[in-house]
């Protein structure tokens, strides 16, 4: 089976512009986990879909925004680029048939910079 | 709320030496536990996980036991190689109510030297 895929792996945006991030999940897998991560904060939840649905949101402002499509693939937008949303965005797919033991496999990444 | 402590590194040793790194956790529910691994450049691999009170994970020679007594998930590994240089995340998922995100430590740096 593919792995998670994301694309691009890389980005650079300058501030104020807007940004869309795409995902493909394992096949058969229907739920969609976005992370950010950055070396002072970790890694950080933003958003899980399941079935085209939001299931959990992290803390994260409404510039932050996902959605799933019927093929479970997902796309992650960022709105008004800030300089501290420079990161690793994560996506992880999980096939969520046994709830919290599933596992989640995780993307390579898309490393955004913003300038 | 949900958290993860893990012991921050760096941890550097030498090849075959014997690897421990720290992780305790607080959940409101009852937690399954994962360790990941993050190779420079990659996304997070799962190393291993446990799902229930004494269940031990393994795997490539790594090992952690959940101990609900002491609230803890220790990675452990008998003899570490070079290729073990890696970041590790020590993280919980929640089975309780419908929260499956994963809470993540803050990492663990961990180089092996020849």
């Known amino acids: 089976k593919a792995g998670v895929t994301q694309t691009p792996r890389y980005l650079i945006k300058t501030r104020g512009q807007q940004v869309t991030l795409s995902c493909s999940p394992i096949?058969?897998?229907?739920?969609v986990s976005w992370y950010q991560q950055t070396p002072g904060q970790g890694l950080q939840f933003l958003f899980e879909y399941f079935s085209e649905t939001q299931r959990n949101k992290g803390n994260f402002p409404g510039r932050f925004s996902g959605r799933q499509f019927s093929n479970s693939r997902s796309e992650m937008n960022v709105s008004t680029l800030e300089l501290g949303d420079s990161a690793l965005y994560l996506c992880?797919?999980?096939?969520?048939?046994?709830?919290?033991?599933?596992?989640?496999?995780f993307g390579p990444g898309t490393r955004l910079t913003v300038l | 709320g949900n958290s993860v402590t893990q012991m921050e590194g760096p941890v550097t040793l030498s090849e075959e030496a014997f690897l421990t790194i720290n992780c305790t956790y607080t959940?409101?529910?009852?937690?399954?536990l994962f360790w990941y691994v993050q190779y420079p450049g990659e996304g997070l691999q799962l190393l291993l996980k446990?799902?229930?009170?004494?269940d031990k994970g393994s795997n490539k020679g790594f090992e952690a036991t959940y101990r609900k007594e002491t609230t803890s998930f220790h990675l452990e590994k008998g003899s570490v190689q070079v290729s073990d240089s890696a970041v590790y995340f020590c993280a919980l998922s929640d089975r309780g109510g419908s929260n499956y995100k994963l809470t993540f430590g803050k990492g663990t740096l961990l180089t092996v030297n020849p």
């Open positions: 446990a799902t229930k009170a004494d």
């Open positions: 992880a797919s999980s096939s969520q048939t046994s709830g919290a033991t599933d596992t989640q496999y």
């Open positions: 096949s058969g897998h229907r739920s």
């Open positions: 959940a409101t529910g009852y937690p399954s």
